[in-house]
């Protein structure tokens, strides 16, 4: 690596070439994604939960991400509702965006899911 230090307006400057600065823009890149995926794993290493990609792309284009967390567990809106004190035609509509809930009603959902209920409104 090529550096020239110079001097500009009393304050030291280092000058190199634009490949050179590039290399170091790259591994400081590099640098910051290990440290992420070291995070990450920690995370998940302490027992937080990964959805998959395919899952997580369908909520960001705009499937109910009750109705997704409900599939994923396994649920039917049979089992799901009564959980939560509510009806499964109840549950179809909130899935469908047809009707809302209480605070308490989501909470509940949330907690039979075992999710938060940010989980349930990722984009809000």
Do not use: H
């Amino acid at each position: 690596m090529t550096v020239q230090i110079v001097e500009i307006a009393g304050q030291k400057m280092a000058m190199l070439p634009v490949a050179d600065y590039q290399k170091l823009l790259d591994a400081a890149e590099d640098k910051a994604d290990i440290l992420a995926a070291m995070i990450a794993e920690q995370r998940r290493a302490e027992g937080e939960e990964y959805l998959p990609a395919e899952m997580l792309d369908r909520i960001m284009d705009g499937e109910s991400a009750l109705r997704l967390w409900r599939k994923y567990r396994g649920m039917t809106m049979d089992q799901l509702g009564p959980l939560c004190g509510v009806s499964p035609a109840f549950l179809s509509m909130l899935e469908r965006g047809k009707r809302d809930a209480s605070q308490k009603t989501w909470r509940a959902l949330a907690n039979a899911l075992n999710v938060s209920i940010d989980d349930l409104f990722p984009f809000e």
